[in-house]
């Protein structure tokens, strides 16, 4: 079964607006991570944000939110003002209980229009 | 402060012949893991180390495999390649001290292996 479902394959948005992207995990440990990767077509995979299982406020990074709902097990992330360089390859990624691998979805892509 | 490292940063090697690459972690980071990433998939986990020891391995077999030295810089090997070995092979290192909580992850920009 998939751990991490991304189920936009690729999103338009305007500049200065924002977007949500979509992250639903699976996970029976109630010790997890869930952390949102962004994957320029340069290749490299520059962290975002995280949040804890146990973390009772919502992650924030600057621009990135990230809406924890454990109930329904999803970590979606919010990128407000969408800036020219926000368009690339955006992936949801978990890590369960005390083990440090990452399990990732298979990603959303972004193209911001001026 | 320096980043992740790999190299190389492009590779073609033919069927059957093995490959290595390398990585150096940041500055302070004691893990690294491995991952490989198809065109258009989500990275998968190979292996992690952890001061020198193999911490985990994903669903990959045994002709991956790979070390960790006392720098904390680490190499993955590839034997009898094969033409879906073909990707993006990404390293990551954790922090000592946060990553040990978290587990975030601190990638290099990747080695693009084809096999023809």
């Known amino acids: 079964a998939q751990k991490i479902t991304q189920t936009q394959p690729g999103m338009f948005v305007q500049e200065k607006e924002a977007v949500t992207l979509d992250c639903t995990y699976d996970t029976s440990d109630p010790s997890y991570g869930l952390f949102w990767y962004k994957q320029p077509s340069s290749g490299e995979m520059i962290f975002l944000i995280y949040q804890g299982s146990y973390d009772q406020q919502n992650a924030t990074e600057g621009r990135y939110s990230l809406n924890f709902q454990k109930a329904r097990k999803s970590a979606n992330l919010v990128i407000s003002a969408s800036q020219l360089g926000d368009s690339a390859m955006y992936f949801c990624a978990m890590r369960e209980g005390g083990y440090y691998k990452l399990s990732f979805g298979a990603g959303t892509t972004v193209t911001v229009r001026a | 402060e320096t980043g992740v490292t790999q190299s190389p940063t492009h590779l073609i090697k033919t069927r059957g012949q093995q490959v290595t690459l390398r990585c150096s972690s940041q500055?302070?980071?004691?893990?690294v893991s491995w991952y490989q990433q198809a065109l258009g998939q989500g990275p998968q986990f190979i292996v992690q180390?952890?001061?020198?020891?193999?911490?985990g391995r994903g669903n990959f077999p045994p002709r991956f495999s790979g070390l960790q030295f006392p720098n904390y810089s680490s190499e993955l090997n590839v034997n009898a390649l094969e033409l879906d070995d073909s990707a993006l092979y990404l390293c990551a290192s954790s922090p000592l001290t946060t990553g040990l909580i978290t587990g975030e992850q601190y990638f290099g920009p990747g080695t693009r292996l084809t096999v023809t």
């Open positions: 500055s302070g980071h004691n893990t």
């Open positions: 180390y952890y001061r020198e020891e193999e911490n």
